[in-house]
């Protein structure tokens, strides 16, 4: 019964403990310490407007430049973001530096493109590109450091990845509103509610209308929108918010976190790949090198026909080039990747290169050279008899930019601190607006057409011409289409001009209206 007593008596505030000799001991208060909360994260008025504008961002996003091919909306959407970056990142105190500037002004340009062209796969690539540059701005921002270009392979995963995730959840707190202030917290209450009702409403609202005239008829005065477009706005919202939250990580990121990409530990990370023994990549590196020498010396008479201008026995002009030049395109790549990789696995590499892996690389770049050299004449004398295409033009592009890049590493063979990672930005950018803003569907249009004119080429492709973009029929508005026997062409020219009248977003482009000014 005394023990029952004991085992149910409240425990004390103070519990007993005995040394081993059996003699008490200074008892030690139990004392029930309480959790502290976890501090509410508190946001400025600047950081939840960007919220709010970063949701609106993603929706945009998706609707003018994922779903529809438009131009000048996308142009004006572009520079708003720009805007909104250079905005939000100077309220948190940043300082932006030459480079940073520069990157900034690329930015606004190239936003231009979506105007400027009508070329998708050029709209796609600058897409691309506006998000690269804008990833590594900002990482810029963050790092404070002018280090970001110099080890450009290490931030690209930085700031297209590890900033967008680092901080999703932080959009949601931020239209909520910090502590105190009940405006922002019922605002952002209500904009979660219309975000959750909404895809709902849509469906719903999609459905009936589908299922009843009158009520179609009703919310079509209302809403002047086709219920398809009304259903199609539901993963527009869902996407949209997903990149909202994407875009506010990567500002939240890029002015609440500092990336530190410090030089000394950027070097001792390469230095940890470095593990390959030179006398190893030179036995690998050797049958590759005579080999070169061994095709370069059976084949002269096949290579040097590009640069004569002559054709190669047995072959026609479409043989001879097609098959030489791709071959000639995967040999240099491939070349590429083993120049850099024996700059970057070899043990004893960097500042205090070996001479002898020195004149490895550079006579795998001058092969290289030499390859590519070979490959473009070859497609000059292909485009000289057959006229131009967009295959035929990106690759020869492709193959100038492998040309610059394999000169660049020739001169880093004797100086080992040049930044390659900003060379590769500069060169890339400038190449790439020289191939975005001269609109290639229209010059090689134009191409063909006054060489045909000329009676350099033997027939005008109309097949070509069919599967380019309004660039390229804008082109065509200008001549006299008689002379092409232009009864196909100038029925399909209409025909592309009518279905611009019909689309208000492809008609926001330069070339849109240049047919329309053009055909009457």
């Keep these: ?27 030690i208060p139990v004392q029930n310490i309480p959790l502290q909360p976890k501090p509410e994260v508190q946001y400025s008025k600047a950081e939840q407007v960007c919220a709010f504008l970063a949701m609106l961002a993603g929706f945009l996003f998706v609707r003018f430049v994922c779903y529809h091919e438009t131009g000048l909306f996308t142009t004006i959407f572009y520079w708003l973001l720009i805007t909104l970056e250079v905005v939000f990142v100077r309220k948190s105190g940043k300082v932006f530096s030459k480079s940073e500037k520069i990157m900034i002004a690329v930015m606004y340009l190239f ?33 404070s450091q002018d280090t970001v270009l110099r080890f450009l392979p290490e931030a690209l995963p930085l700031s297209v990845l590890a900033m967008p ?18 405006a922002w917290k019922n605002a952002g209450y ?70 530190s990409l410090d030089a000394e530990t950027c070097e001792k990370k390469a230095e940890g790949f470095r593990f390959i023994p030179n006398l190893m990549l030179y036995a690998g590196v050797t049958p590759l ?58 043990r004893m590499t960097g500042s205090v290169k070996p001479l002898l892996l020195k004149i490895y690389s550079i006579f795998l770049n001058f092969c290289s050279l030499f390859l590519a050299g070979t490959a473009i004449a070859k497609m000059f004398l292909y ?25 660049v590493l020739i001169i880093r063979q004797f100086r080992y601190s040049l930044n390659i990672g900003k060379i590769a930005y500069i060169v890339f950018t400038v190449m790439f607006g020289l191939l975005v803003f001269s609109r290639p569907d229209e010059w090689i249009t134009k191409y063909n057409a006054n060489q045909y004119l000329a ?35 100038n029925a399909e020219l209409e025909a592309r001009t009518e279905e611009l009248q019909n689309d208000f977003y492809q008609i926001l482009n330069l070339s849109a209206w240049e047919m329309l000014y053009n055909v009457k």
């Excluded at 103070?14 to 000799?21: E, R, S, T």
């Excluded at 995730?165 to 009940?182: D, P, R, V, W, Y």
């Excluded at 919202?237 to 939240?252: A, E, K, Q, V």
């Design 1 to 27: 019964m005394n023990e029952s007593n004991e085992i149910n008596q409240p425990q004390n505030q103070y519990q007993n403990l005995y040394a081993p000799d059996g003699q008490p001991v200074q008892a």
């Design 111 to 143: 936003s231009c493109a979506y105007f400027i062209t009508a070329n998708q796969t050029m709209k796609i690539l600058t897409t691309l590109f506006l998000i690269l540059n804008s990833g590594i701005f900002l990482l810029g921002v963050s790092s």
């Design 165 to 182: 995730l680092a901080e999703i959840g932080k959009c949601f707190g931020a239209i909520k509103g910090s502590k105190g202030n009940t």
């Design 190 to 259: 209500i904009l979660g509610g219309l975000l959750i009702a909404l895809p709902l409403t849509c469906i719903v609202a999609a459905l009936l209308c589908e299922a009843d005239e009158n009520m179609s008829a009703l919310l079509g005065k209302f809403l002047k929108i086709p219920p398809d477009d009304i259903l199609i706005l539901v993963p527009h919202l869902l996407f949209g918010i997903i990149i909202g939250c994407l875009i506010y990580s990567t500002l939240y990121s890029a002015t609440h976190k500092t990336i």
């Design 289 to 346: 090198c005579v080999l070169y020498i061994l095709y370069a010396v059976s084949q002269m008479n096949y290579f040097m026909g590009g640069f004569m201008g002559t054709l190669a026995e047995g072959y026609t002009y479409a043989e001879y080039a097609r098959k030489g030049f791709f071959e000639l395109c995967w040999v240099c790549v491939i070349n590429l990747a083993v120049i850099a990789g024996i700059g970057f696995f070899a």
């Design 383 to 407: 485009i000289k008899y057959y006229g131009m295409t967009r295959l035929r033009i990106y690759t020869t592009w492709f193959m100038f930019l492998l040309i610059i890049g394999f000169v």
């Design 455 to 489: 009676g350099n080429l033997n027939d005008f492709d109309e097949k070509v011409l069919n599967d380019m973009s309004s660039d390229a029929w804008a082109a065509m508005s200008f001549y006299d289409l008689n002379q092409f026997d232009g009864k196909i062409i």
